[in-house]
């Protein structure tokens, strides 16, 4: 599939009927399940991390099966409701030093079984679909025991107060593009805060071309600081 970019087994069989049999043997076979596929992800993983500095960098990929209603076959809503497919949440494991990819290390394949009509503030955080996020990262620490430090990074999305409050520790970090403006102690909002903040450093950047825009240099500034942050209010949090 890598190799020739494509899924189709018929194609994948190379016209040869034996070939794509035994896809489908393989895939019919009641060991091979999607729980045991997920575990296979991370068992070389387990040892290239060890005594690095891992990015876990985590996000969902839509997968879009080009179908008719009468051919679905279990596919659930993906986007907005208007395709089919399934959704796979996936963390990969990057050398924080090099960049170098280490490999997989947690997630879920899954699809939505249709809409849900309780409002997303009322739900508990095990009834969201957002707790993929915070149960992904809580595979990956037993994966990345031993890496000598793991930063958790991840999308907006992500910016979950019980994701804050649990998996921080030792040598686990988490690296999160805000999404909430929240509350901290001591009066003001996160954003307002961070704004307050002197830039100590910048760096020049060189952007790639794209469909989008021509190549490009930038310039980006940091700042930080220390905040502490208010807990909400809503039950669960």
Not at 83 to 99: F, K, N, Q, T
Not at 141 to 165: F, G, H, N, P
Request: hydrophobic share 40%.
């Amino acid at each position: 599939m890598v190799a020739r970019q494509d899924i189709c087994l018929r194609r994948l069989g190379e016209g040869r009927r034996a070939q794509e049999v035994g896809f489908h043997r393989l895939l019919s076979n009641d060991k091979v399940t999607i729980e045991r596929l997920i575990e296979g992800w991370s068992e070389q993983t387990v040892s290239a991390v060890a005594g690095r500095h891992v990015l876990a960098i985590q996000d969902t990929s839509e997968i879009t099966f080009a179908t008719t209603p009468g051919r679905r076959r279990g596919l659930g809503e993906i986007g907005k409701g208007r395709g089919r497919g399934v959704l796979v949440h996936a963390m990969v494991a990057v050398d924080a030093a090099s960049g170098g990819c280490l490999g997989l290390v947690a997630g879920s394949v899954y699809t939505r079984k249709g809409r849900i009509k309780t409002p997303h503030a009322k739900r508990a955080l095990k009834d969201k679909e957002s707790r993929r996020w915070i149960d992904t990262a809580v595979q990956a620490k037993s994966v990345l025991a031993e890496a000598a430090t793991v930063t958790i990074v991840a999308d907006r999305e992500s910016d979950i107060y019980a994701e804050w409050a649990t998996l921080p520790g030792g040598n686990v970090h988490l690296l999160t593009r805000v999404m909430h403006d929240r509350a901290v102690v001591g009066g003001g909002t996160l954003w307002k805060v961070a704004a307050a903040l002197p830039f100590v450093a910048t760096r020049r950047l060189e952007l790639l071309a794209t469909h989008k825009r021509a190549a490009r240099k930038t310039e980006v500034s940091l700042r930080f600081g220390k905040v502490e942050v208010c807990r909400p209010d809503n039950p669960g949090a």
